[in-house]
């Protein structure tokens, strides 16, 4: 079990959740892949839904000694970060 501490003082076990890695598109002026999620050099974000149902989003950046930020979002909230991260969401929200 990974026990991660969330932004409010909550905590989830992120080896039993689904995970979901942001949609990235190549950006020419900067040579560099840019997730659609954060539209930055450096910003990164993954989402986890946990075993109870929580959905879980994971912001950090690349750039060094930056710590990871982990709170939850809606189930709205949600199915709107996985559609415009290319992941396959029906109209009722299903995977």
């Known amino acids: 079990m990974t026990r991660?501490?969330?932004?409010?003082?909550?905590?989830?076990?992120?080896?039993?959740?689904?995970e979901w890695d942001e949609l990235a598109t190549w950006?020419?002026?900067?040579?560099?892949w840019i997730p659609v999620a954060t539209k930055s050099v450096t910003g990164r974000e993954t989402l986890y839904r946990t075993a109870s149902g929580r959905w879980i989003l994971r912001s950090w950046s690349?750039?060094?000694?930056?710590?990871?930020?982990y709170y939850r979002i809606s189930a709205t909230e949600a199915i709107s970060w996985l559609k415009r991260n290319g992941h396959?969401?029906?109209?009722?929200g299903g995977f």
């Open 4 to 18: 991660i501490t969330l932004d409010d003082g909550g905590w989830f076990d992120n080896s039993s959740c689904d």
């Open 27 to 32: 950006d020419k002026r900067h040579a560099c």
């Open 62 to 69: 690349t750039v060094r000694d930056t710590m990871s930020t």
């Open 88 to 92: 396959g969401v029906s109209a009722q």
